[in-house]
């Protein structure tokens, strides 16, 4: 039991882990007391939280500790961006079994302190409990800085459809790990630790952004949540939809051509992607990239084709083929 | 499949109960978003996290799925309270097994939409996943109303202690269930369904509260983590601990006399009272009962003592007994 959080006990793990964590000059009272104090500079918060669970979310064999605490901040802290925030602070709930090797908790908070540090925002607060199945909540609080929050509801006709990030690399590497089989490490490395563009949230918003959302569910069926929305369609020209390099050799260990690539980008989630609607005419920075349009769409149409089509698979949980 | 929450599936799911929880005007966007946004009016967020896991925090046989909703919002606005602050907001993580009966997933929201319209605050976001153990996390946000928030930092030697709420009623409750015992509705009640004395934590701290904490894991103990933080040391006056009737009346159905009832009020958990010291002279009102004094204390013996003495026990987890 020495080695496990059961042998340490939740107080010692709490102060063990707690120390880890820099402080940021949004965090007004840290962990510690009964609940936390965190800024909010103008006068409103913006929070989101995730649970993540074993088996379901991530696989003790195929992911590492720190890959988990990466995660686990990247898909919250993403959500906030994706309002067009800055993140400021986040909360832990971490429900492990008594024999949980120490060195789990323990890298586990090394990953969120890392992700931290890249997305800005730092750990405020949590909970720590026993469970039989190791489970993690968090919670994300993110900071407007003064612009209105980028909905879902506002995309209209004529709008640029465009994202940042990476799109279908999480999806294969997920694939690949499914089948058994090496490939580039871009896609394993993006399943374990999606990338998202944080900076890209609050720039968004600043350009203007009519409508912006995460992609954690695949493009089309998130993009289909703005869609309904905002009542309209979305169109998305395959042409633009390019395949990176590694997601075009991933594809090509996998079994499939261009055509499976495609619906890696299109139904793919977990890369945590930003995908977002700009009125016609933005002057957009490269690193957003133009992949459709939007288009008036009646009741019942109000969804994402293709080059015209429904494409055929448009969920995380469906697995993408040719 | 038909009645669960696994044969609904999950956007059903949430589309069902979000339905079910009003708005406040804290709310600036409620769920369906990447992420709310809450109103944080003077520029600061109190932000508190909390998991409870089925078999460990409650246990289906013995409270309704309503009196989890209840539980679950209480212990965290509780936690908010207890920084003076006032509940805005919450966020709920709910991880079920797909079998989970959808009545069960109902009354629980009920449960949440009937506690928050107690403490004030609103249901503004969450997140609905599988797990094989029922899970469920919660986020609670308050709002400082521009006082300082009261730490548990602040006692200073001379401070008058004094709590808010019941002690001991919901730790006698569980006894009772423990034992296979009927027993006094207001124990069984307040085990079930704590009632923290929401109005008191911001009224505290208008008082001018010196610390303030929600008593979660027993009083002796949690004002513990008063003289470790404020250095210093705290005597409660055993003739000042009065035991409710209910409390009497469940020790002599346990079997036990005074001793009993005041090891429940110094060491039993979860009835969510506020404790908090206050500047001698504070005029408090009589729904704030005075139990001791804060002493001045050396390195080592920053702790709670009881007309002198260290009570045997002190924590949630060691059963309150003669």
């Known amino acids: ?65 720190r890959d988990v605490g990466h995660r686990a901040v990247a898909q919250n802290y993403a959500d906030v961006v994706a309002m067009g ?23 586990f908070t090394l990953g969120v302190r890392d992700e931290c540090a890249v997305a800005g925002g730092a750990v405020v607060g949590g909970d720590t409990v026993g469970s039989t199945v190791l489970t993690v909540a968090i919670t994300a609080l993110g900071d407007l800085q003064g612009r209105a929050p980028v909905r879902r509801d506002g995309a209209r006709p ?25 490939g580039p490490a871009a896609c394993l490395d993006e399943y374990r630790r999606p990338s998202p ?9 600043r350009l203007g952004a009519t409508a912006m959302l995460d992609v954690s569910d695949g493009l089309a069926q ?3 949540h703005v869609c309904r929305a905002s009542g309209v369609g979305i169109d998305l020209d395959p042409g633009l939809l390019r395949p ?28 945590h992607a930003l995908a977002a609607t700009f009125p016609e005419g933005t002057d957009l920075p490269d690193h957003w990239h133009r992949i459709g349009r939007v288009l008036p769409a009646a009741e019942g149409e109000r969804h994402v084709t293709v080059a015209g089509r429904v494409p055929e ?10």
Do not use: K
């Not at 925030?85 to 890298?107: Q, S, V, Y």
């Open 313 to 322: 698979r448009t969920g995380w949980d469906h697995f993408p083929g040719e």
């Open 85 to 107: 925030a800055r993140p400021t602070g986040l909360l832990i709930g971490f429900a492990a079994p008594a024999d949980l090797p120490l060195e789990w908790a323990e890298e």
């Open 158 to 182: 004529g709008d640029v459809v465009a994202y940042c990030g990476h799109l279908g690399l999480s999806a294969a590497g997920l694939a690949l790990l499914t089948a058994g089989t090496d």
């Open 197 to 205: 563009p944080y900076a890209a949230g609050p720039e968004a918003a």
């Open 244 to 271: 990176a390099p590694e997601l075009v050799e991933a594809v090509r260990i996998l079994g499939g051509g261009p055509a499976r690539a495609s619906a890696f980008m299109v139904s793919g989630g977990e890369d």
């Open 1 to 65: 039991m020495e080695n496990t959080i059961g042998g340490l006990g939740e107080f010692a793990l709490i102060r063990r882990v707690t120390g880890r964590f820099p402080a940021t000059g949004d965090v007004i009272l840290g962990p510690g007391d009964d609940a936390a104090v965190v800024a909010a500079p103008d006068g409103r918060t913006v929070a989101t939280t995730d649970l993540l669970v074993e088996g379901r979310h991530f696989r003790r064999d195929w992911s590492t500790a």
């Open 222 to 224: 998130d993009l289909g």
